[in-house]
Antibody, heavy 122, light 108 residues
């Protein structure tokens, strides 16, 4: 079955960096791009960016430009997201999600990781 | 940038029909998708392309759209339907998804 398994929770200090991994299985890794979406406590879903698992193309949300890097490792079917210069506002659950085209040529995130809680604390 | 608007919360009695709205400019020309998110869990697609249902989603869940408003309809609401529901469209010009703010559904 299709699975996206993320790394464990993290606690970081302000100014530090965090790297979250997302190991995929159950489908052809290079056939689907992966998005990262975060959710601050009590808030909605916020898209951070997307990476192509076949070509390595990236599309980052303007809000995170210069502070986020996404990468893939095709040998382990894993996607990574690194966020730098962390502030208290970055405390959130971070999700990876597989993106798929729909019949009406839109895009949905059809499978999601379990989420990784990143807490920024001094 | 494109904005989707949802009511923050909605309450419905068990067995009744819940209708969760999602509004946005030019929504009529975009496919709308809906996610259900239960506490402590990742989102799950319950409706995609306005009104289609993934396999495994009960037919009590359906979607409709009229003009610039899309609606997720949950018939015969159950306690197990309590969750946050998020609508989403794809912004072609910026090549990224846009999410609504989410609606917390209470069944009581």
């Amino acid at each position: 079955q299709i699975q996206l398994v993320q790394s464990r929770r993290e606690v970081k200090k302000p100014g530090a960096s965090v790297k979250v991994s997302c190991k995929t299985s159950g489908y052809k890794f290079t056939s689907y791009g992966v998005s990262w979406v975060r959710q601050a406590p009590g808030q909605g879903l916020e898209w951070m960016g997307w990476i192509s698992t076949s070509k390595g193309d990236r599309n980052y949300a303007q809000k995170f430009q210069g502070r986020v890097t996404m990468a893939t490792d095709t040998s382990t079917n894993t996607v990574f997201m690194e966020l730098r210069s962390l502030t208290f506002d970055d405390t959130a659950v971070y999700y990876c999600a597989r993106d798929a085209r729909t019949p009406k040529i839109s895009v949905i995130s059809d499978y999601w990781g379990q989420g990784t809680l990143v807490t920024i604390s001094s | 940038s494109f904005v989707l608007t949802q009511p923050p919360s909605l309450s419905v009695a068990p067995g009744q029909t819940a209708r969760i709205a999602c509004g946005g400019n030019d929504l009529g020309s975009r496919s709308v998708h809906w996610y259900q998110q239960k506490p402590g869990q990742a989102p799950v697609v319950v409706v995609y392309d306005d009104s289609d249902r993934p396999s495994g989603i009960p037919d009590r869940f359906s979607g409709s759209k009229s003009g610039n408003t899309a609606t997720l309809i949950i018939n015969r609401a159950e306690a197990g339907d309590e969750a946050d529901y998020h609508c989403q469209v794809w912004d072609n010009s910026r090549a990224h998804p846009v999410f609504g703010g989410g609606t917390q559904l209470t069944v009581l």
